[in-house]
């Protein structure tokens, strides 16, 4: 296993290196986000290819990946390309010039991936016949996926409509969750290191969704958008005393 996370490892070491230089020139360095998602696929596929593995469980857990890298990918390059650049690149860039924006934001996923990946590699060269954990573990994975999926669909639906600016999205799945979205992904990737778990039976892979949850609630996630949120929209102090921050779960009764 340690020889596929130093390949995977190099491998994305040069892919975003290289993502990095086009940014010094195109001052785009948001699409490192968009590359995000299809790296897991490019990563397992590439340790697939090496390991000349490619067995039914195996190719299910990269059709899993292949969904869910794919989806957030084009769905963050729909999103971002014909606006400016994210703001919280800028201000990196601005505060610590274009190294310090590789070593804080390029550096960080080049580690990341590998070590979120290691569900994926622990499976390499195996194949057993589906158990009932497997089939829990692709029912989650999906539910992730499909979850995810309505919630980035509802919120650009939302921000489409300019009468809705300044204002708290909080139909459909918004309803139940702050970040319905991020919940998704988060079920996506502990339902995924199930599915290979009961193949590997190594504890150390739930490291990866234990990160990724722990990533979207308190970096990237949940955290950072909370405290931009509720000085934006109007009514979102309230929204927050009456509705989950992450589980999709019934609103909360008022005091």
Request: a positive charge; aromatic letters at 14%; proline letters at 2%.
């Amino acid at each position: 296993m340690l020889l596929n996370f130093i390949t995977i490892l190099g491998f994305n070491f040069i892919v975003i290196t290289i993502l990095w230089i086009s940014s010094l020139k195109t001052r785009r360095a948001d699409f490192i986000d968009i590359y995000w998602g299809p790296s897991f696929f490019f990563s397992f596929l590439l340790a697939l290819v090496i390991n000349n593995s490619f067995s039914v469980t195996e190719i299910i857990c990269l059709f899993l990946i292949t969904i869910w890298g794919f989806r957030l990918g084009i769905y963050l390059l729909i999103r971002n390309v014909n606006k400016t650049e994210d703001i919280r690149y800028v201000k990196i860039r601005e505060a610590r010039g274009d190294i310090g924006l590789y070593l804080t934001a390029y550096l960080i996923q080049i580690i990341l991936i590998p070590i979120i990946s290691l569900p994926l590699i622990s499976i390499l060269d195996t194949s057993i016949d589906l158990s009932f954990v497997h089939w829990v573990g692709i029912l989650i994975a999906l539910s992730g996926i499909l979850i995810e999926t309505i919630a980035d669909i509802q919120l650009s639906k939302f921000k489409l409509d300019q009468n809705n600016i300044n204002k708290v999205m909080d139909k459909g799945l918004w309803y139940y969750s702050r970040h319905p979205n991020y919940f998704g992904d988060s079920l996506f990737w502990w339902g995924i290191t199930i599915y290979c778990f009961a193949l590997s039976n190594n504890l150390l892979i739930f490291i990866a969704p234990i990160i990724m949850t722990y990533l979207l609630l308190r970096v990237s996630g949940v955290t950072m958008l909370e405290n931009r949120l509720s000085k934006k929209k109007d009514g979102y102090t309230e929204y927050i005393n009456s509705t989950s921050s992450f589980i999709i779960l019934p609103k909360k009764k008022s005091k």
